[in-house]
């Protein structure tokens, strides 16, 4: 688990829509988990061929605020929790939450494309907050490359200190690395959505870009 090196001082409950989406996140995953038929309301999720014959379009949105079982959101919200409060202090609330939208959107439609190339794919539907979490880490990589973050060691006994920017940006590489494997063999990098979360970091990464080239470096001198 990786976790902030040095305290921002920014309080991640008075981010108001962190806060409201880490909820929903939640309660979703409860709901998924009283299901009667057992199958976590799998009819919400995503699947591409449904998508491309243009039905079940509400599952673009319904999606990303689903998980698969008790890991996959525990990890999806850990990192969450790390980053989203900076991104939502530097970013303002409206802008926030259209990036987080935004990426979610665009990771679940890169991810469809992507089953193009292997179309019993199109069948299988997808879901979880991954793709908006890599819009927000692009958002952090682009805004907070500098602060510091406790990583796991390559043998896994101990933590080190990286800064943000080389953690992040590593963890990219090596998920569009499996996103791109995939492409030639379907089965070799497991069941995870690797192109979802590429396209939230392209996505997520282009509106801080925009965001920083507007504002320069106004947006660390708020106050917490």
């Known amino acids: 688990m990786v976790y902030e090196a040095e305290s921002d001082k920014i309080p991640f409950f008075k981010q108001y829509a962190s806060v409201a989406i880490l909820v929903v996140n939640i309660i979703v995953f409860i709901w998924q988990l009283l299901d009667p038929a057992g199958q976590i309301h799998i009819e919400y999720a995503f699947v591409p061929a449904d998508f491309f014959a243009g039905r079940n379009l509400i599952t673009l949105l319904t999606s990303i605020f689903m998980h698969g079982d008790i890991v996959h959101i525990i990890m999806n919200m850990w990192f969450f929790i790390i980053i989203t409060d900076n991104c939502e202090h530097a970013m303002g609330h409206v802008l926030y939450i259209i990036t987080y939208f935004v990426s979610g959107f665009f990771g679940t439609l890169l991810h469809a494309l992507s089953t193009l190339i292997w179309p019993f794919l ?59 494997y995939s492409l030639l063999d379907p089965f070799a990098v497991g069941s995870t959505a690797h192109f979802a979360h590429v396209g939230g970091f392209i996505a997520g990464a282009i509106i801080a870009g925009v965001f920083k080239g507007v504002k320069g470096t106004s947006y660390k001198k708020k106050k917490p």
Do not use: C, D, Q, W
């Not at 602060?147 to 992040?168: D, L």
């Open 122 to 180: 199109t069948t299988i539907p997808s879901l979880g907050a991954s793709g908006a979490i890599f819009g927000l880490m692009g958002v952090y990589l682009i805004l907070y490359p500098g602060n510091k973050f406790y990583s796991p060691s390559a043998t896994g006994t101990s933590m080190r200190k990286v800064s943000a920017g080389y953690f992040i940006l590593t963890y990219f590489i090596a998920e569009l690395s499996y996103a791109i």
